[in-house]
Nanobody
Framework: QVQLVESGGGLVQAGDSMRLSCAASGLAFGRLAMAWFRQAPGKAREFVGAINWRGGTKYADFVKGRFTVSRDSAKNLVELQMGSLKPEDTAVYYC?????????????????WGQGTQVTVSS
C-alpha cells in the first residue's frame, strides 16, 4: 500500500505562483511513477502532469510551461510548482502514484491517490 499526503493548497491571486507537495510512504519511492490530477467543480478529474521513476516528465497541454513536476527521492516527495496561475486553475489537486517503469510517465491508470488539496485562484 502507498499512502499519499498532499499539502500546500490555498487561495492566491491570478498571476501568482504556488507549490504543492505530496509525501509518499508505504512502497519503495524509486518504483513509483507520480502524477498530479485536478478536479474543478462540476467537471471530471483531469491529468495535470507526471514524473516517472527516473525523472522523465509529461504534462497536459493546458500547462503550457506554467507548471513543473519534480521529485526528491531522498525525501519521498513529489512537488508541483505552478506559475502564472489563472482562475480556471481553481480545483482540488490530487497526487497519484503507481508502480510503473515506463520510459514516459502514464497519464492514466494510477491506483493510489491522496485526499486532495484545494487551490483557489481569484481574479
Amino acid at each position: 500500500q502507498v499512502q499519499l499526503v498532499e499539502s500546500g493548497g490555498g487561495l492566491v491571486q491570478a498571476g501568482d505562483s504556488m507549490r504543492l507537495s505530496c509525501a509518499a510512504s508505504g512502497l519503495a519511492f524509486g518504483r513509483l511513477a507520480m502524477a498530479w490530477f485536478r478536479q474543478a467543480p462540476g467537471k471530471a478529474r483531469e491529468f495535470v502532469g507526471a514524473i516517472n521513476w527516473r525523472g522523465g516528465t509529461k504534462y497536459a497541454d493546458f500547462v503550457k510551461g506554467r507548471f513543473t513536476v519534480s521529485r526528491d527521492s531522498a525525501k519521498n516527495l513529489v512537488e508541483l510548482q505552478m506559475g502564472s496561475l489563472k482562475p480556471e486553475d481553481t480545483a482540488v489537486y490530487y497526487c497519484a502514484a503507481d508502480v510503473n517503469f515506463a520510459a514516459t510517465p502514464p497519464t492514466t491508470g494510477y491506483g493510489y491517490w491522496g485526499q486532495g488539496t484545494q487551490v483557489t485562484v481569484s481574479s
